[in-house]
């Protein structure tokens, strides 16, 4: 079993859908969690980092942790054609040198 | 240029050969951090540089990978006598000091014949 379980999809939404995106997870170490966004040929870009349990609400993205499920969720609202591309979760134990281990990857389409 | 640089952006070498990725971090992070992304095993971490401190190797693969940091900067990762199973984009990424998170270059694709 991989410390991180994210479902690979692909997942196809119409455009102004509400996407739920999640990870699951098995150590409970595991104290920050972040989430990247990566398109075709580039490396992945931070979207939302957050530390503990709680939600954090940037935009259109709000992120979501609770460590008494160790599940992740990141949502996206009004979704648009440009918010196609790959939905990485990862997250890291600072105990560990702040080393991330990540989930396999969402592939996101949302169509016009 | 703000953030992270990493070169070739695409490599391809017979197996056998020695290969070396370049990266350059974010200025004034102290963190760097290497990864590997391959299709059917995700990202996974492979080697972790923080200030003058030991690096941690635990996530390399085997011998035949290596790399360094000169003057806490410019990071090389080395691969020797390359591999079929080596091919992959390899990841670059760095942080400041806490816990700050981590921000990735674009990768080196790289691709053993």
């Known amino acids: 079993q991989k410390e991180v379980e994210q479902d690979p999809g692909p997942l196809s939404v119409p455009e102004g859908a509400i996407v739920s995106l999640n990870c699951t997870y098995s150590n409970s170490a595991f104290q920050y969690f972040m989430w990247y966004r990566q398109y075709s040929r580039k490396g992945p870009e931070l979207l939302m980092y957050?530390?503990?349990?709680g939600n954090k609400e940037d935009g259109r993205f709000t992120a979501q942790v609770d460590k008494s499920s160790k599940y992740i969720s990141l949502f996206i609202r009004d979704s648009q054609p440009s918010d196609s591309a790959t939905y990485l979760c990862a997250m890291s134990d600072h105990n560990q040198g702040g080393k991330l281990i990540f989930g396999q990857g969402t592939e996101l389409s949302v169509k016009p | 240029g703000a953030g992270v640089s990493q070169s070739p952006s695409n490599k391809v070498t017979e197996k056998g050969k020695d290969v070396e990725l370049r990266c350059d971090p974010i200025s004034g992070h102290t963190a760097l951090y290497w990864y590997r992304q391959s299709l059917g095993q995700g990202l996974e971490f492979l080697i972790y540089?923080?200030?003058?401190?030991?690096?941690?190797k635990s996530g390399l693969p085997s011998d035949r990978f290596s790399a360094e940091r000169t003057g806490g900067s410019v990071s090389t990762l080395t691969i020797q006598r390359t591999q079929q199973e080596d091919s992959a984009v390899y990841l670059c990424a760095s942080s400041g000091q806490g816990n700050q998170p981590q921000h990735f270059g674009d990768g080196t694709r790289l691709s053993i014949l």
């Open positions: 957050t530390y503990s349990s």
């Open positions: 540089f923080q200030g003058n401190s030991a690096p941690d």
